[in-house]
């Protein structure tokens, strides 16, 4: 323990990117199936996960070292390499996602993109249409809504049980994965790069998710 120091693995920006997506994600699902009214919120907070997914794209290319993109994108032998365990000098599995770690972030992002994407289109036949779904035809719209409402909303569930699923087992192997992505630290070699996390990089975050919240806005005004 003694050769190891706290390193800056995940900076404030992709914090609070991680527990708000969290909390709008939980929000999402509760105000979908309570629907009715709820689902003026549902919208709400669709679009603000729109503008969190649009600023979590622009800061894994401009964001602290560990929240890159180019940090936890692994070429399939590398993958194979962690899946047999045989880790090289400079592979750093244990600092930010591991290769099974970045698949799942990946596949979040991803799954999210769509769902939100077919929410902006989508029409319930009711009383609530998404803020794009007056430049599709009707069919399309239904497509976007019947996506949305079903597979859409059940892959993403069972993606965050297999998430819950996977930080319960690594907190019974005793590695937490939920106390560094709340305090920004972890205890490793001095070797280890840490992730940028000054003020200046913080006004930068500041202002690309200003501008993304801006984007969202002007989508909802869309739908008038």
Not at 119 to 135: H, K, Q
Request: proline share 4%; hydrophobic share 50%.
């Amino acid at each position: 323990m003694s050769e190891l120091r706290p390193v800056r693995v995940w900076d404030l920006p992709t914090r609070l990117f991680h527990w708000t997506l969290a909390l709008a994600v939980v929000g999402l699902v509760i105000t979908g199936k309570i629907g009715g009214n709820a689902l003026v919120w549902h919208m709400r907070i669709g679009l603000t996960v729109l503008a969190l997914l649009v600023f979590r794209l622009l800061w894994g290319l401009v964001g602290g070292h560990w929240s890159r993109f180019a940090r936890f994108v692994y070429a399939p032998a590398t993958t194979l390499r962690y899946l047999r365990g045989e880790h090289r000098d400079g592979d750093h599995f244990e600092v930010g996602h591991n290769p099974l770690g970045a698949f799942s972030v990946f596949a979040m992002l991803g799954i999210l993109v769509v769902q939100v994407s077919t929410g902006l289109f989508a029409d319930d036949e009711i009383a609530t249409t998404g803020p794009l779904n007056r430049f599709v035809d009707t069919a399309t719209g239904l497509a976007a809504t019947s996506w949305h409402k079903g597979p859409g909303q059940w892959i993403i569930i069972g993606l965050v049980l297999l998430h819950v699923g996977a930080i319960i087992v690594y907190r019974l192997r005793g590695t937490s994965l939920v106390a560094p992505m709340w305090r920004g630290d972890k205890l490793l070699p001095a070797s280890v790069p840490p992730s940028q996390d000054s003020l200046r990089q913080r006004v930068l975050a500041l202002v690309l998710f200003a501008c993304c919240a801006a984007l969202s806005i002007g989508i909802a005004r869309l739908g008038g």
